[in-house]
């Protein structure tokens, strides 16, 4: 902002002030940087850092089963009551002739028993294979699956 010394007018200026939008914009950037990833996602969960031996499931098909911290079910990022979990486990893979994997993310302060309950009830429900999801660990990168199938999900109890 200038300020004009000198003679005895002071002359009016145009400008605009602008720090009251820079200000809002700024409060709304963070809002959005805050609110939008959990919004995107359906399911809040932190799951335990590893290192992948493969990418996560993102292929059209694939089947998601996330526990939030609460205990609270998600299949494919909708919720889902406790109870209502085998049934609609049941309704997706009774059609399935192949490909009976469930990928299962779960928040790394859950209970362990919470999720060891969701792999029983999905083996109980046609699940043959269930694969467990980690965050990569900061500073490592995944690394490829062998020949051999080491690495593979491990198998849902009660499945073959």
């Known amino acids: 902002m200038g300020m004009s010394v000198g003679s005895g007018s002071a002359a009016v200026k145009a400008e605009p002030n602008v720090t009251p939008l820079v200000d809002v914009m700024l409060v ?84 362990y028993q919470k999720v060891e309950d969701a792999v ?10 269930t694969g467990l999801i980690s965050d990569q660990t900061p500073g490592t990168e995944g690394t490829g699956v062998d020949e051999r199938g080491a690495g593979a999900a491990a198998p849902a109890a009660g499945g073959q």
């Open 120 to 129: 029983n009830i999905a083996g109980k429900a046609g699940v043959r294979v």
């Open 28 to 111: 709304l950037l963070i809002i959005f940087m805050v609110i939008i990833p959990t919004l995107t996602s359906g399911l809040n969960a932190e799951p335990p850092q590893g290192v992948n031996l493969k990418k996560h499931p993102e292929e059209e098909g694939d089947q998601l089963l996330g526990i939030d911290r609460n205990g609270v079910y998600y299949l494919n990022r909708n919720p889902v009551r406790g109870e209502e979990l085998e049934q609609a486990l049941k309704r997706i893979y009774d059609v399935r002739e192949t490909d009976k994997i469930l990928y299962v993310r779960a928040d790394r302060q859950l209970e």
